[in-house]
């Protein structure tokens, strides 16, 4: 027997997030969202032990890119599918280009 997590799932019930497809920062100011609804690193006893390094990471890494480069999406309307995590089926080409210092460093 398998069992599989649909982790979207969730995400998309009206009754845990009225606006799922809204980018809507402020659904994880205050209390956040309800427990067990927002799942990416699991939940209970066995959650990620790395979640919080795992998220300090990930907002110094999207600083940096967000900071020092323009970028743009290769196929703007690529197609998402769910596999069951949602993946864009051609991996989400980007084209990066070095902005404010870094382009001055480069010149
Ligand atoms: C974006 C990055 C990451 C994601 C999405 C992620 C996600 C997950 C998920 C879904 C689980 C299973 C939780 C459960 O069964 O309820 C897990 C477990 C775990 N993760 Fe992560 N993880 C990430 C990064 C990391 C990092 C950086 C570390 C260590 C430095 C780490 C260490 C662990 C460990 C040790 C467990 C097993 C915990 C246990 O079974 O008691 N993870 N992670």
């Not at 997590?5 to 969730?10: A, D, F, G, M, V």
Request: contains cysteine.
């Amino acid at each position: 027997m398998e069992d599989i997590l649909e982790y979207q799932c969730p995400y998309m019930d009206p009754k845990l997030f009225q606006t799922p497809k809204t980018l809507d920062t402020s659904r994880f100011e205050g209390e956040g969202p309800t427990p067990f609804s927002y799942i990416p690193f699991g939940g209970g006893p066995r959650m990620c032990l790395g979640k919080e390094f795992a998220r300090l990471e990930i907002l110094v890494f999207i600083h940096n890119v967000v900071k020092d480069f323009r970028w743009k999406l290769l196929i703007p309307n690529e197609k998402i599918e769910y596999n069951p995590m949602p993946t864009p089926i051609k991996g989400l080409p980007i084209l990066l280009q070095p902005s404010g210092d870094i382009a001055s460093d480069c010149q």
